[in-house]
């Protein structure tokens, strides 16, 4: 774009009401400087306060007479600034997610300002791994992070620095100590380090299945085909190893690659593996880089020095010039979805900036999420299998256990006598156990614990909620039905919410087996930097016979003496009022089965639950994929839930509950005016009030999703028209969460 006589600005502020370009003059002295993506500051409103604002283009012609316009004030030095393909990215963002084009254009840059880079370091092993066996031999069993640090230094030579602090949990001094005993030096990390030369695992020979893969996507990639690939493969059948075999290829055709991989599965063996094949190529991009270790990796990618980066979702915002492949693992994580506005999900935003770049995508997850492999059926995604375990471990036996029996026996506790019996056996032979709560924020649902019958909204067959008021509440079309005291089905008087917390549970198995010790994993005990980790490794370290949790406990993580896992009611994540709920289900019941038997003597998944003839348990307790894809994909095409359709939840949040409610409805009166789009609701939300903040939410549903950014686009429209706002509104398509 040729630079005009003005310049169009959007001020770095998160509002509706000022979310559109202004136009400056730009001052002859600053001319050169300005481009368009420039960071500058710029004199805004009547107090001309200096703001921080982004050229996103140029003109000669101005609304305003040009004694009116202001100048831009300057161009700090330090800020960083944009490229064109990054304010196109940001405005497909904006206009496919809403919210405002600042809130946007901040979400494609992840570093802000030029900081002192921080160079990393690494730990260089100065002995033989002799040596280091004696040194393990001698070393007291409660100096645990030395052991760790010592055990990884027996496999590997050089280890990044933040790894050992953030994925083997050492503290500095600890490296330290061993630096002051000649054990180990700490470096910069050099240009030549010295990783990924001598490691044996870069002459896996790839069985025909990954080889397969691996040379399509290159095939088509040097035909000039930008495909996304989804690679449909249980836990261990090698789809890590096609990520690197491809990456490679990349790397050798002077492209760079982009791995997301969720944040808590990001273990430090995976990290490695990367580490030991490309060197100090690769970046590790997490949440708890430094301001100016992130503009390090920032600076390394935009001048090419490395060609690899791996972290989670904002990883996929680093601005590699060559870039080649986008690898997403565990594609079906909720957390590639943004919880913040804009709310983009990092598939759909990967595709477009691997088009944006000539580039491919790559999926990888053992439980694809419904929408990647609708994708994959419908022949916009190419799908791969890959059948085999390579480790040779042997799935593990599933059980379900009907609670219902329970009751009928007499036992009320939540842990059936099958489950109490499986638990003393390994607590007899010396064997780990994990139990498992698969319940997530609220859920307020209610059921009958004698018969399994769940109270559901006529309209939209989620489960109710019981609200304050006493009453029983759709969330997503605001349908109210008074509470049950007795079951409509069995007559049980046993119906009531389902509660059931990690501290319960822990007490229960206290009782139940005193000598058994117990570790507790839940959003209480890892509020702490580090206590996650710290868990993980006491619990590998066998400091505990059972460990209790929510859903953290079965992502990502190998436990090798884990021979038990015991899902207490699975129903907890069957019935949130979500029509993702039973996919959620399935996913979590697989992942938590794989917990059980990495090692060498097979396990046993016991799975509790009211509803045992439920598909997305007795499938999951089956490991069969297929099936579970086929029920709930017929009934997603019944109900026209994504991805069959699509789905809009708008969300209006103020002080006064009334003005809230009657914007609510006035925007839902003026869709269903308009538009041909479904409107439900609105409903108070699940939350339905957060820190004295009233929350309405509406859905609107269409098999189109651009009629839906249109509606969008119309209401953003009419708010800006609104003088005095008190109402926010928020946007979240496809919602991955119930609001
Ligand atoms: P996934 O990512 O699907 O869980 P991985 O790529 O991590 O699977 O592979 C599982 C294990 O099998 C790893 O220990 C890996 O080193 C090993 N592995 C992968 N591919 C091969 C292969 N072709 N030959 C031998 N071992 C392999
Ligand atoms: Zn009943
Ligand atoms: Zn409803």
Redesign the pocket.
């Known amino acids: 774009m040729s630079k005009g006589k003005y310049a169009n600005i959007i001020i770095d502020i998160s509002h509706e009401n000022v979310d559109r370009p202004y136009t400056y003059r730009i001052p002859d002295e600053l001319r050169d400087s300005i481009d368009l993506g420039t960071s500058v500051t710029v004199p805004f409103g009547m107090g001309n306060t200096i703001r921080k604002g982004f050229v996103v283009g140029f003109s000669d012609y101005s609304e305003l007479s040009e004694d009116k316009l202001k100048f831009i004030d300057s161009v700090p030095e330090k800020n960083i600034s944009l490229t064109d393909s990054r304010i196109e990215l940001a405005a497909w963002i904006k206009r496919n997610y809403g919210g405002t084009f600042s809130a946007a254009l901040k979400t494609v840059l992840p570093v802000k300002q030029k900081i002192k880079a921080v160079v990393p370091k690494i730990i260089v092993r100065q002995v033989e791994t002799s040596e280091v066996e004696k040194l393990i031999e001698l070393c007291p069993a409660r100096s645990s992070a030395r052991l760790r640090l010592l055990n990884a230094l027996l496999y590997e030579a050089i280890i990044p620095k933040r790894l050992a602090n953030d994925k083997l949990h050492i503290s500095d001094a600890t490296i330290v100590k061993l630096n002051e005993e000649g054990v180990v030096d700490i470096q910069d990390m050099p240009k030549n380090s010295g990783m990924g030369q001598t490691v044996s695992?870069n002459s896996?020979?790839?069985?025909e299945s990954?080889k397969n893969i691996v040379n399509s996507v290159t095939a088509d990639y040097d035909n000039g085909i930008y495909n996304t690939y989804l690679i449909y493969?249980?836990?261990?059948?090698?789809?890590?190893?096609?990520y690197i075999n491809i990456i490679n290829n990349m790397l050798e055709r002077g492209k760079q690659a982009i791995v997301l991989i969720p944040e808590i599965a990001l273990t430090y063996q995976t990290l490695m593996?990367f580490y030991n094949r490309f060197g100090e190529r690769v970046m590790v991009m997490n949440s708890t880089l430094s301001q100016g270790e992130k503009y390090e990796c920032y600076k390394k990618a935009l001048n090419g020095e490395a060609d690899i980066v791996i972290g989670p979702r904002s990883a996929l915002f680093v601005p590699f010039k060559n870039l080649g492949a986008i690898i997403i693992?565990e594609e079906h994580e909720g957390t590639y979805k943004s919880e913040t506005a804009p709310k983009y999900h990092a598939r759909e935003t990967a595709v477009e900036i691997a088009r944006m770049n000539k580039a491919v995508v790559v999926l990888?997850s053992?439980t694809p999420s419904i929408d990647a492999y609708y994708k994959a059926q419908t022949g916009e995604y190419k799908l791969f299998e890959?059948n085999e375990r390579?480790?040779g471990n042997q799935l593990p036996k599933v059980e379900i256990v009907d609670l219902r029996n329970e009751l009928r026996r007499g036992n009320r506790s939540i842990i059936s006598e099958r489950l109490g019996a499986l638990l003393e056996d390994r607590l007899s032979k010396g064997q780990q156990s994990m139990l498992f709560i698969n319940r997530r924020g609220i859920s307020g649902f209610i059921s009958c614990r004698a018969c399994g019958f769940v109270v559901k909204c006529p309209h939209c067959d989620v489960s109710l909620s019981l609200h304050k008021n006493g009453k029983l509440m759709c969330h997503y079309c605001g349908y109210e039905t008074e509470n049950i005291k007795t079951c409509p089905e069995c007559g049980s008087k046993y119906i009531s919410g389902f509660k059931a917390g990690t501290e319960q549970v822990e007490d229960m198995v206290n009782k139940m087996f005193p000598t058994a010790r117990t570790l507790r994993m839940d959003a209480d005990t890892t509020k702490e930097k580090d206590s996650y980790e710290k868990i993980i490794s006491r619990f590998l370290d066998k400091e505990a016979d059972i460990l209790i949790g929510t859903q953290m406990i079965v992502k990502g993580h190998d436990f090798k003496n884990v021979t038990l896992v015991g899902v207490l009611a699975a129903d907890m994540s069957l019935f949130e009022a979500d029509f993702k709920a039973p996919e959620r289900t399935f996913q979590l019941l697989t992942q938590a089965a794989g917990r059980a038997g990495r090692g060498d003597v097979a396990g046993n998944v016991v799975i509790q639950t009211y509803q045992p003839e439920h598909y997305a348990i007795t499938y999951a307790s089956k490991h069969d994929y297929n099936g579970f894809y086929d029920e709930e994909s017929g009934y997603r095409d019944l109900m026209d839930y994504p991805p069959a359709g699509h789905m809009l939840n708008v969300m209006v949040s103020g002080k006064k509950e009334e003005e809230v409610n009657l914007l609510a409805t006035q925007m839902c009166t003026a869709i269903r005016k308009y538009f041909k789009s479904l409107v439900i609701g609105p409903a108070p939300a699940a939350l339905s009030r957060i820190n004295d903040i009233y929350r309405f939410v509406f859905y609107i549903k269409d098999k189109n999703y651009n009629e839906l950014v249109d509606i969008k686009d119309y209401l953003e429209d009419s708010l800006t028209k609104i003088k005095k706002r008190t109402c926010t509104v928020s946007f979240d398509f496809d919602p991955q969460n119930m609001q």
């Open positions: 695992c896996l020979n790839l069985s990954q493969g249980i836990t261990g059948s090698g789809k890590t190893e096609v593996r693992d990888g053992a890959l390579l480790t």
